[in-house]
């Protein structure tokens, strides 16, 4: 039942159009680039400062010099282009990005995430991912419906500490796609994965939401 | 003048340090690091640094010794994952940290480097970081303002410099270097390969000299990969 974490990442490289400039937080996330259309002309970009972010090198190819925001190696594409920490976040604050794609532990129904740290359990840190949701022009997530011990993560209010208020445009889950037309708009429930009901993703979910 | 050229990276480093200065340190992870610099800061024994810079190495590796030999007062990151020594020194409250986002960061520096005090951005508003920090509304939208950084002393790595202090850098090992030469009032760099003067192109210089007052070449490098990811042929 539902959607796999390959599948989740399938629909929301749905929403990525031909010549989109992307950026890929870790996790299902990164799952995407598989699903892009060999048609359609994507360009990643890497917070660490890399536009035309290519595939893992082959093994002769290993550049110490060539990584990518979670410091694995990757290799270039034909139109990449490299730059300081500086123009990299020029452009993601500047909204030059067309859509970020990041995975979340809870997003409210106002469209706050929280994804950084866990209070007395996990603080690794925001990296970028605060500047990135504040901005990118949309910002889709994609997570698991509920958590390991199956609490619900789309909520009303983030418990956790927040990464940003009200930026998330769309949510993409194992169980259903939620989106919204604009940042005043309640999320609409849009997509139900194959043998999901609308009961089931009402149960295990905590947020309003128009169905 | 005299020159900028520097025999090894403790000449390079000599009548700079002192106890409670402040540094920005290039690099992201362990990538584009400047690992000789960072051998001496530990070598001098230099006390109660604080250190703007967006991780602090790895365990064991780059920023991440000055860890283990308790150097470090402070530190302004925006990622401490991948260093258990640092995730334990803040928890236990040895260590100050100043959690800073990546972009802001970046920003505070080029901001600091270019005699602009303060800055307002989006990021981070309504968030932890936002806290005792003057919030204003332009346009209808909210933003934080951010403080300007600028340092004692920038510790940089670059791929290749002229004897005039011109840098380039080498893929993504610029990252955090280009602007953390800016943001201090002495940048000490450490490259792979110092030429003559007159032998870079201009137009492909990345950092103008007049940011670099000291340079020494730290050549060879054995450079660490932090995640060594790679697919086979028939994988594309």
């Given at each position: 039942m539902g959607w796999s974490r390959d599948q989740i990442a399938a629909r929301a490289a749905q929403e990525i159009g031909d010549g989109y400039y992307v950026n890929l937080g870790i996790g299902i996330p990164t799952?995407?680039?598989?699903?892009?259309?060999?048609d359609q002309d994507v360009t990643f970009h890497s917070e660490n400062g890399l536009l035309g972010m290519g595939p893992f090198p082959l093994e002769h190819e290993v550049d110490a010099d060539l990584i990518n925001a979670g410091k694995q190696t990757i290799t270039e594409t034909a139109n990449s282009a490299y730059f300081g920490s500086a123009s990299s976040f020029a452009m993601v604050r500047g909204g030059h990005l067309d859509i970020t794609i990041l995975g979340a532990m809870e997003v409210s129904e106002g469209g706050d995430i929280a994804n950084w740290m866990i209070p007395?359990?996990?603080?690794?840190?925001?990296g970028g991912a605060m500047d990135l949701v504040a901005g990118v022009r949309r910002v889709i997530v994609t997570m698991?419906?509920?958590?390991?011990?199956?609490?619900?993560?789309?909520?009303?209010?983030?418990?956790?500490?927040?990464?940003?208020?009200?930026?998330?445009?769309m949510i993409v889950t194992d169980l259903c796609v939620f989106a919204r037309e604009d940042r005043q708009s309640p999320f609409q429930l849009i997509e139900l994965a194959p043998n999901v009901t609308l009961d089931h993703v009402k149960t295990n979910t905590r947020a309003f939401f128009e169905a | 003048m005299a020159s900028k050229v520097f025999p090894d990276a403790a000449a390079a480093l000599d009548g700079l340090l002192f106890d409670g200065m402040q540094i920005c340190s290039g690099g992201f992870g362990v990538c584009g690091i400047p690992e000789r610099l960072i051998d001496v800061l530990v070598e001098s024994g230099v006390r109660d640094i604080t250190i703007a810079s967006n991780n602090c190495g790895i365990d064991g590796v780059g920023l991440g010794k000055l860890l283990l030999t308790k150097q470090i007062r402070k530190m302004m990151s925006s990622y401490i994952g991948g260093n258990a020594e640092f995730e334990r020194q803040f928890l236990s409250g040895e260590l100050e940290l100043e959690f800073c986002p990546q972009g802001t960061l970046a920003e505070r520096c080029r901001a600091g480097g270019a005699g602009i005090p303060a800055f307002y951005t989006?990021?981070?508003?309504?968030?932890?970081?936002?806290?005792?920090k003057e919030v204003r509304n332009f346009g209808g939208e909210d933003y934080l303002m951010e403080r300007g950084i600028f340092a004692d002393l920038a510790i940089v790595k670059a791929w290749k410099a002229d004897e005039s202090g011109n840098l380039i850098f080498r893929k993504t090992a610029r990252n955090f270097n280009e602007v953390m030469a800016t943001a201090a009032k002495v940048c000490v760099a450490e490259v792979e390969e110092i030429v003559p003067t007159?032998?870079?192109?201009p137009d492909s210089i990345?950092?103008?000299?007049?940011?670099?007052k000291r340079l020494v070449c730290g050549a060879p490098y054995d450079k660490v990969i932090e995640f060594r990811t790679t697919r086979t042929e028939d994988a594309v």
């Open positions: 799952l995407v680039v598989d699903h892009i259309g060999p007395g359990k996990s603080i690794k840190g925001m698991e419906h509920v958590s390991k011990d199956g609490t619900p993560k789309f909520v009303r209010e983030c418990a956790l500490p927040l990464t940003g208020v009200n930026c998330v445009d | 989006r990021t981070g508003v309504g968030t932890l970081v936002a806290e005792g007159g032998c870079l192109e990345h950092i103008p000299g007049i940011y670099v």
